[in-house]
C-alpha cells in the first residue's frame, strides 16, 4: 500500500508543472484566459450546477445559465475530476502558480464545491489525469513525479491508502460498474479494456474502438470518439450501437445528475444530450465567448 511523503519534504520539490510538463503561465487579474483545455466535467447533486475542470481553472455554470465563471478566482490546473457528492469533488493536477505546493497535487478533496481544497495523499508523488470513484472506491490514473511513468492505483478507503495495479496500456478515460465497484471499463490510446476485478487483470473489450466514456445507473454505457460520434451500449460495452454526433472532438465526457450526457468541445463549449446522444444543444459557453459576440 502506498501514502503519501510527508508534506514538509514535499514542499521542496522545484519547477511547477502543468498540462505537458509546462507550468501555466502568470496570469493578470486583468486578463482571465477563460476555460482552456477542458479536462473534466460534473454537476453538483446539491443545485444541479455544472462544473468544467480545466487547465486553467474550475469553472461553475449554474442550472438554467449557459454562462461559465470561475471558482474562487484559483487557477488551479484541475486534470482529474470527479463529483462525488453534494458539493463533495475529487481532483488532481497541478497547483495555481501563486500557491506554494508542490508541483504534482496527488489526491485532493474540495468539500465547498471547489472553492478550497485540501490534501488527501500522494501529494508531490502523483498528477492524475483520470479519476473514478464510486463509494470508498478510487480509481487514478496519471504520471509518477519520481519516474515520470505512469502510475495506475486503487483504493478502497476514499484514496487515503493505495495499491498499485498494471494498465493495459496508457487510458485516457476509466468508468465504473453503478452494480460493482470492482468492474470498470477503461478506454485506452488504442482500444476498450475491461476488468471485473478492480484493474488486477484486462482483456480487451467490446468493438476496440476507442473513445471517452460514461456509464449511467440504468446500466446504459456510453461512448464518445475522437471523431465525435456517439454510442451506446447495453452490455457493458460487448456491443454496440450507433447514436448520433457531438459535433466535434470531446475534451471531456460525463453523465449529468438527471442521467443527460455532458461533453465538452476543445474551444470551451459543453453540450449535452437528453436522448441518448442522438442529438446535443449547447449547456455552457466560455464567458469570452460571450463578451467576442457582444
Keep these: 500500500m502506498r501514502r503519501a511523503r510527508p508534506l514538509a519534504v514535499l514542499l521542496a520539490a522545484v519547477g511547477?508543472?502543468?498540462?505537458?510538463?509546462?507550468?501555466?503561465?502568470?496570469?493578470?487579474?486583468?486578463?482571465?484566459?477563460?476555460?482552456?483545455?477542458?479536462?473534466?466535467?460534473?454537476v453538483n447533486p446539491a443545485d444541479g450546477a455544472l462544473f468544467i475542470a480545466t487547465h486553467t481553472g474550475l469553472f461553475r455554470a449554474p442550472a438554467g445559465h449557459t454562462r461559465s465563471e470561475r471558482v474562487a478566482d484559483r487557477y488551479q490546473d484541475t486534470m482529474g475530476f470527479a463529483v462525488v457528492g453534494p458539493d463533495r469533488f475529487l481532483g488532481s493536477g497541478?497547483?495555481?502558480?501563486?500557491?506554494?505546493?508542490?508541483?504534482?497535487?496527488?489526491?485532493?478533496?474540495?468539500?465547498?464545491?471547489?472553492?478550497?481544497?485540501?490534501?488527501?495523499?500522494?501529494m508531490g508523488e502523483v498528477d492524475f489525469h483520470v479519476i473514478a470513484a464510486a463509494g470508498r472506491?478510487?480509481?487514478?490514473f496519471g504520471s509518477n513525479f519520481d519516474t515520470r511513468q505512469p502510475d495506475f492505483l486503487a483504493s478502497s478507503d476514499g484514496?487515503?491508502?493505495?495499491?498499485e495495479?498494471?494498465?493495459?496500456?496508457?487510458?485516457?478515460?476509466?468508468?465504473?460498474?453503478p452494480a460493482d465497484p470492482a468492474h470498470v471499463v477503461a478506454g485506452g490510446e488504442g482500444g476498450l479494456f475491461a476488468s471485473r476485478d478492480g484493474g488486477r487483470r484486462w482483456r480487451g473489450w467490446g468493438d476496440g474502438e476507442?473513445?471517452?466514456?460514461?456509464?449511467?445507473?440504468?446500466?446504459?454505457?456510453y461512448r464518445v470518439a475522437d471523431d465525435g460520434g456517439v454510442a451506446v451500449s447495453g452490455d457493458a460495452g460487448r456491443t454496440w450501437r450507433e447514436a448520433g454526433s457531438l459535433g466535434g472532438e470531446p475534451g471531456?465526457?460525463?453523465?449529468?445528475?438527471?442521467?443527460?450526457?455532458?461533453?465538452?468541445?476543445h474551444d470551451?463549449?459543453?453540450?449535452?444530450?437528453?436522448?441518448?446522444?442522438?442529438?446535443?444543444?449547447?449547456?455552457?459557453?466560455?464567458?469570452q465567448q460571450i463578451r467576442a459576440g457582444g
Excluded: N
Design 159 to 163: 484514496g487515503r491508502t493505495w495499491g
Design 165 to 177: 495495479r498494471t494498465p493495459p496500456e496508457p487510458l485516457v478515460d476509466l468508468v465504473i460498474d
Design 137 to 140: 472506491t478510487v480509481y487514478g
Design 210 to 221: 476507442p473513445g471517452l466514456l460514461s456509464w449511467s445507473p440504468s446500466g446504459r454505457l
Design 94 to 122: 497541478h497547483p495555481d502558480a501563486r500557491e506554494e505546493l508542490p508541483p504534482f497535487l496527488g489526491l485532493i478533496a474540495s468539500q465547498d464545491a471547489g472553492k478550497t481544497w485540501r490534501p488527501v495523499s500522494l
Design 16 to 42: 511547477l508543472m502543468a498540462c505537458g510538463e509546462q507550468a501555466p503561465p502568470a496570469l493578470e487579474e486583468s486578463s482571465d484566459p477563460g476555460p482552456i483545455h477542458v479536462h473534466g466535467l460534473g
Design 268 to 287: 470551451g463549449t459543453v453540450k449535452q444530450s437528453r436522448d441518448d446522444g442522438r442529438t446535443w444543444t449547447v449547456r455552457s459557453v466560455p464567458t
Design 252 to 265: 471531456a465526457f460525463e453523465l449529468g445528475a438527471r442521467g443527460e450526457l455532458l461533453a465538452a468541445l
